[in-house]
């Protein structure tokens, strides 16, 4: 018995010594270049997001249209362009969009 307490004790500080289990931090956003209020910055980048079918308080978009649609009001993901990422390269959508803007070939997965 003294054993367990021991371990579960040396277990609670040792999750408590990296500041506890946290998740991930967002990595990528949508963000602009535009130069507005703050709080008109967040209140037209809210109503974008729910245009597009987003949920602003997730801010992932979770389809190429909705990441399109993003693009199309002038916001832009900053890990890059929607249709640039390697997975979506057999998408219907980014395949149009590929022709549209004069980018014929695929990225390469790096």
């Known amino acids: 018995m003294r054993i367990m307490i021991i371990f579960i004790t040396v277990l609670v500080l040792e999750a408590c010594s990296f500041s506890g289990f946290k998740p991930p931090k967002q990595d990528a956003h949508w963000t602009s270049d535009e130069y507005i209020q703050y709080r008109d910055y967040w209140d037209r980048r809210n109503t974008d997001m729910r245009a597009c079918g ?3 308080y997730n801010g992932y978009h979770t389809s190429v249209k909705e990441g399109l649609c993003m693009e199309a009001k002038g916001w832009y993901w900053t890990r890059g362009c ?3 990422d390697w997975y979506n390269i057999n998408d219907p959508l980014c395949a149009k969009w590929r022709v549209k803007t004069g980018r ?3 990225p390469v997965k790096k």
């Open 54 to 56: 987003i949920d602003p």
């Open 82 to 84: 929607v249709c640039e």
């Open 104 to 106: 014929p070939k695929p």
